[in-house]
């Protein structure tokens, strides 16, 4: 059994996430009908179709965009927890698209599926559990290490050439802003780009997950909660990861990067 990306396929006509009818997605790429050519695409992982993910949009899991919301919509208190512990979700839907017009953003993922259907009698998918079971190993999709493991027995789906096409055909885009470090199957997968599309200047930040090993304990990441480390990261760092304000598109676009 394949276990698709959760956005694999977004029909605008038939929509039951409740999205803006004019974006849609096709091949894990968001996609819009006639209102913005993106310029920004964010790059992340995988988002995989189980029944435990309540994400209704790129990112919904993690603190990306209630980030973003303290970045680009002033306001005095800031927002210090992850988008789906608020009932109703904060920011909402419509709030997310308007970001994304205003903003001239896409977003995409590097794993557009794992496993095949020929795999069915080797795979038990856990009912309200992160984890999958194949061939008696459990494997956590949404975890960048269990997939590096699936990557080393060939299942995993790569995206990377749907997303080199779409690139192609969207050649305003450059600058790519991967939310992970470019190392072990990803920097294979990354490097593909860049052999593709040379001129894309691929910019990896700090995870929007907050997580991060060492960096935890230099920042107090943990101790003194996870937000204001994240933004300081994608403000300011010039470490081992990019920030987002390359070439003042934070500045540009009204952030004080001197608030975090």
């Known amino acids: 059994m394949r276990i698709n990306h959760k956005f694999l396929t977004v029909n605008p006509q038939q929509n039951i996430l409740n999205w803006d009818n004019r974006f849609y997605t096709e091949n894990v790429i968001l996609k819009n009908v006639d209102i913005y050519k993106p310029e920004i695409m964010f790059l992340g992982t995988f988002n995989p179709e189980l029944q435990n993910n309540h994400a209704d949009f790129f990112y919904g899991r993690n603190f990306f965009w209630t980030a973003f919301k303290n970045l680009f919509s002033p306001r005095q208190e800031i927002i210090n927890e992850e988008?789906?512990?608020?009932n109703p979700y904060?920011?909402?839907?419509?709030?997310?698209f308007e970001l994304c017009i205003r903003l001239k953003l896409t977003f995409s993922d590097l794993v557009n599926s794992i496993f095949d259907e020929q795999d069915n009698n080797n795979i038990l998918v856990k009912q309200n559990k992160e984890y999958t079971s194949f061939r008696n190993i459990e494997y956590n999709p949404i975890k960048d290490g269990d997939l590096e493991k699936l990557n080393r027995i060939n299942k995993v789906n790569w995206n990377t050439r749907n997303i080199i096409t779409f690139l192609n055909n969207n050649r305003q885009i450059r600058k790519i802003y991967l939310t992970r470090?470019?190392?072990?199957c990803w920097q294979t997968q990354i490097n593909q780009i860049i052999q593709a599309l040379p001129e894309i200047d691929i910019i990896?930040?700090?995870?929007?997950?907050?997580?991060?090993g060492a960096l935890h304990q230099?920042?107090?990441i943990y101790g003194n909660g996870k937000m204001i480390p994240l933004l300081r990261h994608w403000t300011q760092n010039n470490g081992n990861n990019g920030n987002l304000n390359h070439n003042?598109?934070?500045t540009n676009n009204g952030v004080n990067i001197n608030n975090f």
């Open 248 to 250: 003042n598109w934070l």
């Open 204 to 212: 990896p930040i700090y995870t929007p997950s907050a997580q991060g």
């Open 90 to 96: 904060n920011p909402t839907l419509e709030e997310i």
């Open 218 to 220: 230099q920042t107090g």
């Open 181 to 184: 470090s470019n190392n072990l």
């Open 83 to 86: 988008r789906l512990t608020f």
